[in-house]
């Protein structure tokens, strides 16, 4: 007798599988911003030979200072999610807010995982002095308080130093200052 022989086969087409990841580089590009400036967060994976691992999932987070940005233009975004593209990379955009102070972004793939930090700094846009008492008598003391702004009307980075002096006209010469830096 004769009998039949059926044979099949198939076959995918189709990407090969990302190779594994071995080494995480994180960076913000500039790694300083002002209120309401912007930093570019890029993460690249590569392998333990060097080449690109792709299409290969990334979550970004604002993992401390929170408060002074987000990670998308609506407010309070903390973490996002990328895919990396063929060249190993993906990356996110940090939004600074109105506050000066420093955030910690961390990248997370896999067992990998890098930190990043940003300082958000903002320049003086007003200065408000209030004195507790103006009308002085010879000898005696009082306490001059600067109230320094940035332009969205918020206070100026820690660390920014006022410089006080003092101008007086006509004969008598004016009192001196304990500090002319603050």
């Known amino acids: 007798t004769v009998g039949t022989l059926n044979n099949s ?7 090969p599988p990302p190779p594994t990841a071995a080494t995480m580089n994180l960076s913000a590009t500039p790694a300083q911003v002002v209120i309401l400036g912007q930093s570019t967060i890029s993460v690249s994976l590569l392998s333990n030979t060097g080449a690109p691992v792709f299409n290969t999932p990334v979550t970004i987070s604002i993992t401390s200072g ?18 990396t593209d063929l060249s190993g990379n993906a990356s996110a955009t940090f939004y600074a807010g109105v506050s ?8 997370t793939s896999g067992s990998l995982s890098k930190n990043v930090s940003i300082v958000i700094t903002s320049d003086p846009a007003s200065i408000a002095l209030t004195i507790t008492d103006a009308a002085l008598l010879n000898g005696e003391k009082t306490t001059i308080t600067a109230l320094v702004l940035n332009a969205a009307n918020q206070p100026v980075s820690i660390g920014t130093t006022v410089t006080f002096t003092m101008t007086y006209s006509g004969t008598l010469a004016p009192g001196t200052l304990s500090s002319t830096t603050a």
């Open 9 to 15: 086969a198939s076959l995918t087409i189709g990407s």
């Open 66 to 83: 929170a408060t002074y940005g987000s990670l998308s233009t609506s407010p309070s975004v903390t973490t996002v999610n990328a895919t």
């Open 100 to 107: 000066s102070g420093v955030v910690s972004i961390t990248a």
